[in-house]
Nanobody, 120 residues
Framework: QVQLVESGGGLVQAGDSLSLSCAAS?????MGWFRQAPGKAREFVAT???????VYTDSVKGRFTISRDNAKNTLYLHMNSLKPEDTAVYYC?????????????????WGQGTQVTVSS
């Protein structure tokens, strides 16, 4: 079972940028980023296949970029123009599928999460 460890969260101001990393202990297929704000359900943010195909939720399109380095077994999320509504715990997750995946039920391995707080 692959293990995932996120890093890079923190406290920033609205309009700032922040990058998250997710180190995997082994080879992964399709991976994704999810987030959960206080009192809300976990929501999909972005996903990327091993080949580099990506899908984003509408609220982050044009602001967030998901990428991966397969040689380093590392997933990234670069976030620009952050808004207070982006405040959440961000989780990376891995699937056993090769195609695009957005449903959290397809992701069977999860990291512990990293807090991102955006102040107004």
């Amino acid at each position: 079972q692959v293990q995932l460890v996120e890093s890079g969260g923190g406290l920033v101001q609205a309009g700032d940028s922040l990058s998250l990393s997710c180190a995997a202990s082994g080879r992964t297929l399709t991976m994704g980023w999810f987030r959960q704000a206080p009192g809300k359900a976990r929501e999909f943010v972005a996903t990327i296949t091993r080949g580099g195909n990506t899908v984003y939720t509408d609220s982050v399109k044009g602001r967030f970029t998901i990428s991966r380095d397969n040689a380093k077994n590392t997933l990234y999320l670069h976030m620009n123009s952050l808004k207070p509504e982006d405040t959440a715990v961000y989780y990376c997750a891995a699937t056993k599928v090769y195609s695009i995946a957005v449903n959290p039920s397809l992701f069977d391995t999860w990291g512990q999460g990293t807090q991102v707080t955006v102040s107004s």
